[in-house]
């Protein structure tokens, strides 16, 4: 990838929407709008984000990929002894590697074993030992260090029956791909300084229930972490499916609407005002849209409004049960003769999850790149708008919206985001200025779904953050 095709993509490193809405007064709080197409913001994409994606390597992903694979059989109740075989040799590889990474991050990354004994359980017959590889990348601006995005992959593999231990299970797409992402973005990010903290971190327990990203998502709700959004890679090898079709540009963004820890309260608002189709997740595959599609031209980020694939789940449920954002990368069309299948040729047709599937060069040029930019603008742009509500005091033709202040030092002011209710992205944006209310004459909230986003010195813009009815 060449960094000329990269600059010519978006602001900020996040691009704005095609349409805006100029506003008569600019920055009073409160303006008449009218048709016009707001000119997109100069800033794009960086030279140093050119450099880092360019950095990305398909050979080391590989690398990856294969290493894991020859561990023979990484299932979470497999041997935690061997050093060549089970899923302890390929825990202690990955912890390895990790701290080779943390050598080049000047101390700011640093790596940690999250360890916990699952008691028996559905898939789990005798007490297990559990262990996520957790790598941790400082944030370097004191008003968002505590802020946190995590990135995953699993690093536990299967065959066709998950309580097998001893048949070769290389599990390369599933989901040594993801892992590798992971370990790749680590190292191609661990150099460079973000405003708040990422985590990098392989989980197991994936294919037995999700026990690994429950702990840590559990545990992290329990302390209060701040996670403020959760990117699963799972899956993402693969460029054919076993319906013959091949998309090498595409990629499935896997995003729910209505939050999985909706409370009954948030349920009656939400029954009552709508916004099925704007939960913090939805906000935030979004973001990762409009972040991704206007640097990366050749990809198509397509969002898809299910919390997983038909009647399955993966790690990003775990977060979303604790009430964060999180959303689930994996590839477009899926080859079902090499997931959860035992190794066999059977009437000609070569069945297991063998490295030899996986496109590296995809990985390396579609879904590793999406994360990073993805998670390099989420974590040098200001969070989303706090407290964000729409003033329903008295009703009227007007909308008033209300936000508290950023606490970030940088934050250069705000814009109103704005669509059709009958339409699924953002269509309209209205550079506000460094305010905390707004009001949209002549636009009644009955007719629009509004939004507020944080703006930095920089360019960088944080995800949206979609308001609820508030009296004041």
């Known amino acids: 990838m060449h960094s000329s095709k990269l600059l010519a993509g978006g602001a900020g490193g996040l691009a704005a929407v095609a349409a805006a809405t100029a506003i008569a007064v600019?920055?009073?709080?409160?303006?008449?709008?009218?048709?016009?197409?707001?000119?997109?913001?100069?800033?794009?994409?960086?030279?140093?984000?050119?450099?880092?994606?360019?950095?990305?390597?398909?050979?080391?992903?590989?690398?990856?990929?294969?290493a894991l694979a020859s561990f023979g059989n990484r299932s979470t109740?497999?041997?935690?002894?061997?050093?060549?075989?089970?899923?302890?040799?390929?825990?202690?590889?990955?912890?390895?590697?990790?701290?080779?990474?943390?050598?080049?991050?000047?101390?700011?990354?640093?790596?940690?074993?999250?360890?916990?004994?699952?008691?028996p359980a559905s898939r789990i017959p005798t007490p297990t030992t559990i262990t996520?590889?957790?790598?941790?990348?400082q944030g370097s601006q004191p008003e968002s260090v505590k802020r946190t995005y995590v990135i995953s992959g699993h690093y536990d593999s299967r065959c066709t029956d998950v309580l097998d231990t001893q048949c070769?299970?290389?599990?390369?797409?599933?989901?040594?791909?993801?892992?590798?992402?992971?370990?790749?973005?680590?190292?191609?990010?661990?150099?460079?300084?973000?405003?708040?903290?990422?985590?990098?971190?392989?989980?197991?327990?994936?294919?037995?229930?999700?026990?690994?990203?429950?702990?840590?998502?559990?545990?992290?709700?329990?302390?209060?972490?701040?996670?403020?959004?959760?990117?699963?890679?799972?899956i993402v090898g693969g460029t054919r499916g076993d319906n013959g079709i091949s998309r090498p540009n595409v990629i499935r963004l896997f995003a729910e609407g209505v939050p999985t820890s909706e409370t009954p309260q948030q349920a009656a608002t939400r029954q009552s005002v709508g916004g099925e189709n704007d939960g913090p997740s939805r906000q935030l595959a979004r973001y990762i849209e409009e972040v991704a599609?206007?640097?990366?031209?050749?990809?198509d980020v397509q969002i898809m409004y299910r919390r997983d694939r038909y009647l399955r789940s993966g790690d990003q449920v775990s977060f979303l049960q604790n009430g964060y954002p999180a959303v689930r990368f994996t590839e477009p069309d899926e080859d079902y003769t090499h997931e959860h299948q035992n190794v066999r040729v059977e009437n000609g047709i070569?069945?297991?999850?063998?490295?030899?599937?996986?496109?590296?060069?995809?990985?390396?040029?579609v879904i590793a790149p999406v994360n990073g930019l993805a998670l390099l603008n989420l974590a040098r742009a200001p969070?989303?708008?706090?407290?964000?509500?729409?003033?329903?005091?008295?009703?009227?033709?007007d909308t008033v919206l209300r936000w508290d202040a950023n606490p970030e030092p940088d934050v250069k002011g705000y814009e109103i985001v704005w669509r059709l209710t009958d339409e699924s992205r953002w269509t309209h944006t209205i550079p506000v200025g460094n305010v905390t209310t707004y009001t949209a004459k002549g636009m009644a909230p009955d007719n629009f779904f509004f939004g507020v986003r944080a703006i930095d010195k920089d360019g960088y813009r944080s995800p949206v953050a979609f308001p609820v009815p508030a009296s004041r």
């Open 168 to 234: 070769l299970a290389p599990g390369a797409d599933d989901d040594a791909s993801g892992v590798a992402t992971v370990l790749e973005l680590a190292r191609v990010m661990a150099t460079r300084q973000f405003d708040a903290t990422i985590v990098f971190m392989a989980v197991a327990g994936e294919e037995q229930g999700l026990y690994g990203s429950n702990h840590f998502a559990t545990a992290a709700k329990a302390a209060g972490t701040d996670i403020e959004g959760m990117l699963n890679n799972d």
């Open 77 to 119: 109740i497999s041997t935690q002894t061997d050093p060549k075989f089970g899923i302890g040799a390929a825990r202690d590889w990955l912890k390895g590697e990790f701290d080779k990474v943390a050598a080049t991050s000047g101390g700011r990354m640093t790596v940690a074993l999250d360890s916990y004994v699952q008691p």
């Open 383 to 397: 969070v989303a708008p706090k407290n964000t509500r729409i003033i329903t005091a008295t009703l009227g033709n």
């Open 26 to 66: 600019f920055g009073s709080g409160t303006a008449q709008t009218k048709s016009h197409h707001w000119p997109p913001p100069s800033h794009g994409v960086d030279r140093d984000t050119a450099r880092m994606l360019d950095e990305i390597s398909a050979r080391r992903i590989e690398n990856t990929v294969r």
């Open 293 to 299: 599609e206007p640097a990366l031209h050749h990809v």
């Open 132 to 137: 996520n590889v957790v790598a941790t990348l």
């Open 350 to 365: 070569q069945y297991g999850d063998l490295p030899q599937f996986v496109d590296y060069n995809y990985i390396a040029r």
